[in-house]
């Protein structure tokens, strides 16, 4: 699920197609002109073989003898990798993204506040205070460390829950999370999160599960509120 840290050359034609598959001006099904899309791009055949493998691993392409290259049904992609989250961010078709994430936090996160309350341990303490003093201190200095810390924040939660399964949850998450918060922390300095996370905090170190679930629940709808303005979406109004 990380992203690809191809640089260069390699890493651009990568990241353009990747784009055109996503934001659907490569739609699925569409056999791939190689040569035509390495003159365009202008790189060698090499390049762009290559560079389908890289998609290819990510499951947006395929090959088929007589066919060629094609892209794969949305259906076959790795909706959880890195840059397929952040590549339909980028191309304008993220709102469904958006969308699916904020609908399994409201499955997923409130339920672990309550068995983070009931099970955290020292430990899990001071990680959800020091990814909270990490998010204030972003926050306090206009720094892109703010996503950062709001994941090392979510990331803590799960652990806490002492649930190993739940704690694997972040594979799941934070992808989307980290490109949501991409998002609003760098267009949104006007509302604070962070009294909302320090609810939760102080509903699990007293070991009160039904107000960490509930201050869960509020933190989620504050994020959406906040997403959907920045946005201007309404079709994402209905993800709380």
């Given at each position: 699920?990380?992203?690809?840290?191809?640089?260069?050359?390699?890493?651009?034609?990568?990241?353009?197609?990747?784009?055109?598959?996503?934001?659907?001006?490569?739609?699925?099904?569409?056999?791939?002109?190689?040569?035509?899309?390495?003159?365009?791009?202008?790189?060698?055949?090499?390049?762009?073989?290559?560079?389908?493998?890289?998609?290819?691993?990510?499951?947006?392409?395929?090959?088929?003898?007589?066919?060629?290259?094609?892209?794969?049904?949305?259906?076959?992609?790795?909706?959880?990798?890195?840059?397929?989250?952040?590549?339909?961010?980028?191309?304008?078709?993220?709102?469904?993204?958006?969308?699916?994430?904020a609908e399994v936090r409201?499955?997923?996160?409130?339920?672990?506040?309550?068995?983070?309350?009931?099970?955290?341990?020292?430990?899990?303490?001071?990680?959800?205070?020091?990814?909270?003093?990490?998010?204030?201190h972003a926050r306090a200095?206009?720094?892109?460390?703010?996503?950062?810390?709001?994941?090392?924040?979510?990331?803590?939660?799960?652990?806490?829950?002492?649930?190993?399964?739940?704690?694997?949850?972040?594979?799941?998450?934070?992808?989307?999370?980290?490109?949501?918060?991409?998002?609003?922390?760098?267009?949104?300095?006007?509302?604070?999160?962070?009294?909302?996370?320090?609810?939760?905090?102080?509903?699990?170190?007293?070991?009160?599960?039904?107000?960490?679930?509930?201050?869960?629940?509020?933190?989620?709808?504050?994020?959406?509120?906040?997403?959907?303005?920045?946005?201007?979406?309404?079709?994402?109004?209905?993800?709380?």
């Amino acid at each position: 699920m990380a992203s690809y840290t191809g640089r260069g050359v390699h890493g651009q034609v990568v990241r353009v197609l990747g784009l055109r598959i996503v934001g659907g001006d490569l739609p699925e099904g569409a056999t791939l002109d190689m040569r035509g899309l390495g003159e365009e791009l202008d790189v060698s055949l090499t390049v762009m073989r290559e560079s389908m493998k890289v998609l290819a691993g990510k499951g947006l392409v395929d090959a088929r003898q007589k066919r060629g290259t094609f892209v794969r049904e949305r259906s076959n992609w790795n909706l959880l990798d890195a840059d397929i989250i952040r590549w339909q961010v980028e191309s304008g078709a993220g709102q469904r993204l958006m969308r699916d994430l904020a609908e399994v936090r409201a499955i997923v996160e409130p339920a672990a506040a309550h068995r983070a309350a009931l099970n955290r341990t020292e430990g899990d303490l001071r990680a959800l205070e020091t990814a909270l003093d990490a998010m204030t201190h972003a926050r306090a200095h206009f720094s892109a460390d703010a996503a950062e810390a709001d994941a090392a924040f979510h990331r803590a939660l799960l652990c806490a829950t002492g649930n190993e399964m739940l704690a694997r949850m972040d594979l799941l998450l934070e992808p989307g999370l980290r490109e949501r918060d991409r998002v609003v922390h760098s267009h949104d300095q006007a509302n604070d999160p962070v009294p909302s996370h320090r609810a939760v905090l102080d509903a699990i170190r007293d070991q009160d599960p039904a107000r960490a679930e509930l201050a869960m629940l509020d933190l989620l709808a504050k994020a959406t509120h906040d997403l959907d303005r920045i946005t201007g979406s309404a079709s994402t109004a209905h993800q709380s």
